[in-house]
């Protein structure tokens, strides 16, 4: 099975602030990484698929990347908005979620 | 506009087994580019991926429930459905039923991702 390591696991930022959250996985084989945003009570939002596309409706502060064997999610200007809860997902697994809170 | 609506009881029984339906509306079950899918997520905890079937009703599990899973699809209904057996108190969880866009990669293996989710139902495992 593939495993999946999310780092970190929480991150304090503020409105306007640039932050990144990363994704290993064990096994590299494949780059249909996805990146979901959570908020308390909703289902998961996939914000970008394929590592790096941006899904419609989207704003394109977010944005994703792989290198090597390190996916990124990076948020260019934080917004109020975007206080939640992020996950990744290769397949069959999720990473361990990252919970972005207001600094 | 394709959406999904999970059905089913709120608590059941240890040892019974879970049932629960999701009716896909705006759009067919009959689709050779998706995968019909179910996801939980414990209180408090990440999502954890439960299986799909594909509308020819071959189905896929993850590892450490397929002993206890059963996936399948009606495409006369529109919807698919998922059976868990043997419940204890760990499969407590919010059931999502989801749409998984999907590729056959260059080693054989599927890849996908969730592109459209159900609401949710909380389900609760006690007596």
């Known amino acids: 099975d593939i495993q999946m390591t999310q780092s970190p696991s929480s991150l304090s930022a503020s409105v306007g602030d640039r932050v990144t959250i990363t994704c290993r996985a064990s096994q590299t084989l494949s780059t249909w990484l996805a990146w979901y945003q959570q908020k308390p009570g909703k289902a998961p939002k996939v914000l970008i698929s394929k590592a790096s596309t941006l899904e419609s409706g989207v704003p394109s502060r977010f944005s994703g990347s792989l290198s090597a064997t390190e996916f990124t999610l990076t948020i260019s200007g934080l917004q109020p908005d975007d206080f939640a809860t992020y996950y990744c997902q290769l397949s069959g697994t999720f990473g361990q979620g990252t919970k972005l809170e207001i600094k | 506009q394709v959406q999904l609506q999970e059905s089913g009881p709120g608590l059941v029984k240890p040892s019974e087994t879970l049932s629960l339906i999701c009716l896909v509306s705006?759009?067919?079950?009959?689709?050779?580019?998706?995968?019909w899918s179910w996801i939980r997520q414990p209180p408090g905890k990440g999502p954890e991926w439960i299986g799909h079937?594909?509308?020819?009703?071959?189905?896929t599990s993850a590892p450490s429930l397929k002993s206890r899973v059963t996936i399948s699809v009606d495409t006369s209904q529109n919807q698919f459905s998922l059976e868990l057996n043997s419940l204890t108190a760990a499969d407590t969880a919010i059931y999502y039923c989801?749409?998984?866009?999907?590729?056959?990669?260059?080693?054989?293996?599927?890849?996908?991702?969730?592109?459209?989710w159900g609401r949710g139902t909380l389900v609760t495992v006690s007596s």
């Open positions: 989801a749409r998984a866009s999907f590729i056959k990669n260059d080693y054989g293996d599927y890849n996908w991702y969730f592109d459209l």
């Open positions: 705006g759009g067919s079950v009959i689709s050779d580019t998706s995968f």
């Open positions: 079937v594909y509308y020819s009703g071959t189905t």
